[in-house]
């Protein structure tokens, strides 16, 4: 069975830095291009960043450039999304997912969805 499963949320001040963490098992992710997105108490989830198989492409939201920085280590089949100088708007869950086409990923669509991790802000 293909799981995703996310870890690294939790509880931080303002100003201060995640790194979140996305494994993936139950097949090879040879190929696919991993995501991450978040959906925040009351809204849509919204699109943060998508990383290639490689790792040598890498697509972020205007809104979190700058800010935040996908990568991956396929060794481990795993993704990372570190996010810096977070703010209270910050807080949601945060998805990884994988799907084949970048284009597709950026938009939501997904073949495989993780279950997220909660990220939340204090200020």
């Known amino acids: 069975q293909v799981q995703l499963v996310e870890s690294g949320g939790g509880l931080v001040q303002a100003g201060g830095s995640l790194r979140l963490s996305c494994a993936a098992s139950?097949?090879?992710?040879?190929?696919?291009?991993m995501g991450w997105f978040r959906q925040a108490p009351g809204k849509e989830r919204e699109f943060d960043a998508t990383?290639?198989?490689?790792?040598?492409?890498?697509y972020y939201a205007d809104s979190m450039k700058g800010r935040i920085t996908i990568s991956r280590d396929n060794a481990k089949n795993t993704v990372y999304l570190q996010i810096n100088s977070l703010k209270p708007e910050d807080t949601a869950v945060y998805y990884c997912?994988?799907?084949?086409?970048?284009?597709?990923?950026?938009?939501?669509?997904?073949?495989?969805w993780g279950q997220g991790t909660q990220v939340t802000v204090s200020s």
């Open positions: 997912a994988a799907e084949r086409g970048g284009l597709r990923l950026r938009v939501g669509v997904a073949d495989y």
């Open positions: 139950g097949r090879t992710f040879s190929g696919y291009y």
């Open positions: 990383i290639s198989w490689s790792g040598g492409r890498t």
